[in-house]
Each structure stands twice: as structure tokens, then as C-alpha cells.
């Protein structure tokens, strides 16, 4: 129990809200559908939600997707995601995004180490390097780089509860000659199982534009799973699948906005 207060404690009050960039590059397809209530699942899609997140894999597995925002491929983003047991009980995950286009892109690759330190507690760290690079068409305007590293815990309560949080760039790193903080987040949720797949999450995220509340749940049909969820800041709905076939798993999400296009995401995981 003091091992979680003092986590708990650390995660929760070093994150401030800062003007940022590199935002919103966790995919996670079912967090996604799930209204972004990735801080409190499991498993390697939730790797860059909550480094913790990695602890809970019990084989090698690996995780494709991408995001299309407002249905604009401009604002696409590319993901992949993969981890293994290292030991009994700690996990190592490495993950790698791609945002952006030609003139404007952003990359992001991070390092996840994990573990429980007992039964029902687990810890991760996240060590990350940003890339930027500007065009203008023709040249270079120049490109940076910057070192962050983000940090989160998982409990277990119950067996069927979950709590837990998570924060991002709690170091203030800043990137390029204009030193702009990186993108710097802390969220902490809860989470209800009272059957196998069958979630209900609630999480608060907090970061330079505000609090947002987020809300979201999982329905098993089978080999099926629905998602459904919603989120402030501003208000929009979200939603998805996900279906399992000969151990291959794809999920789809979408999500609206108030006066935007709908933003669609696609992913696929294997564990092998």
C-alpha cells in the first residue's frame, strides 16, 4: 500500500497543463472507440496511454494501426506497437508514431519497461525521442529533437476494479530553437469489469487545453466486441469494434466533432 500511495502521489502532481505539440499520437484502437479511456486498460494497445499498461502481456504480441482525423489523411497518424516477457514479471514494449505529411511531420519513437511489484500492482516507465521536421516545399527549414519520458501505475482492486494514472513529459522538455514544451498530460481513471470483456471506464485528462472528462464501455458478442463512449472539451461520441479471428484481432473507431468530419482509426494486433 505505500509503494502505491508514493506512485500515486508522484504521477498525480507533476504534471502540470503547458502549451505543447506531439498530442494526441496514443492510438490504441479500442481506447480510441472507448471515448479515450486507454489510462485504465490493459495490454500492449494501451503502451502509450499507460506505460503500466505492458505489464499485463503474457506473450509476444504485435499492434498496427492508424488514425485518420476529421477524415482528412493530412492529419494521418501511423503507429505500431510491439512487446514480449522479459521475466516472470516485467514486460519490454517498443513503439514508434508518424504524424503529419511532407512539409510537416512529426515522429515519435519510446521505450517501455514494465512490471508488477505485486500481485495487483504495476508500474512503467517510458523513455521517448520526438523528431520534427518543417519544409517548405522545397527545402528544409530545419528539424529537431528532443528526450521525454512518461511514467503510470496500475492497480488491481477486487479483482474486477481497476485504478490507475498516468503522465506525460513530467520533465518540462522543450524541442527546436523556440524551445516549445512538449506535450504534457496526466489522466487517471477507473475501471469495471464484472464480466470477462465487459468494461466500464471513467477517466479525467488534464493537460494546456483544460480537464476533459472521458467515459467509455466494451460488450463481448462472442468472438464481437462493441465499443461506445464520449468525451468533454468539446463534446463528441465515439465508437467501434473489434473482432478476433484465428487470433488475429481488428478494431475499428470513430469518432464526431461538433462542426468537423467524422476522424476514423483501424488497427491490428497479434499475439504470438
Known amino acids: 500500500m505505500k509503494n502505491i500511495k508514493t506512485a500515486a502521489l508522484l504521477i498525480l502532481t507533476i504534471a502540470l497543463p503547458a502549451f505543447a505539440s506531439f498530442e494526441e499520437l496514443e492510438m490504441g484502437i479500442p481506447a480510441m472507440a472507448m471515448g479515450g479511456t486507454g489510462v485504465v486498460l490493459d495490454g500492449l494497445e494501451g503502451s502509450m496511454w499507460n506505460p503500466a499498461s505492458v505489464a499485463s502481456m503474457s ?4 499492434a ?9 489523411f493530412d492529419f494521418a497518424t501511423a503507429g505500431i506497437d510491439g512487446g514480449a516477457p522479459i521475466t516472470e514479471n516485467w514486460r519490454l514494449a517498443g ?8 512539409l510537416y511531420n512529426e515522429q515519435t519513437l519510446a521505450v517501455t519497461i514494465a512490471g508488477k511489484l505485486s500481485r ?4 512503467g516507465l517510458q523513455p521517448v525521442v520526438a523528431r520534427v521536421d518543417i519544409k517548405d516545399g522545397v527545402s528544409s527549414y530545419g528539424s529537431a529533437m528532443a528526450f521525454s519520458i512518461n511514467a503510470g501505475f496500475r492497480v488491481t482492486m477486487y479483482d474486477r476494479w481497476a485504478f490507475a494514472a498516468a503522465v506525460k513529459n513530467p520533465l518540462e522538455s522543450r524541442i527546436g530553437d523556440s ?14 469489469e464484472p464480466a470477462d470483456g465487459l468494461v466500464t471506464a471513467f477517466a479525467l485528462s488534464r493537460d494546456f487545453r483544460g480537464t476533459r472528462v ?29 473482432a478476433v479471428v484465428e487470433g488475429i484481432k481488428a478494431c475499428y473507431s470513430v469518432q464526431t466533432h461538433p462542426e468537423l468530419n467524422l476522424s476514423h ?5 497479434y499475439a504470438f
Open 214 to 242: 472521458r467515459v467509455g464501455g466494451a460488450l463481448p458478442l462472442g468472438p464481437l466486441t462493441v465499443y461506445a463512449g464520449a468525451m468533454s472539451g468539446p463534446a463528441v461520441f465515439t465508437g467501434g469494434f473489434s
Open 59 to 62: 506473450k509476444a504480441g504485435v
Open 265 to 269: 482509426a483501424i488497427g491490428v494486433t
Open 179 to 192: 524551445e516549445e514544451y512538449m506535450h504534457r498530460q496526466m489522466d487517471a481513471g477507473i475501471s469495471y
Open 64 to 72: 498496427i494501426s492508424g488514425n485518420m482525423p476529421y477524415s482528412n
Open 120 to 123: 495487483d500492482f504495476a508500474f
Open 95 to 102: 513503439s514508434a508514431r508518424m504524424f503529419g505529411g511532407e
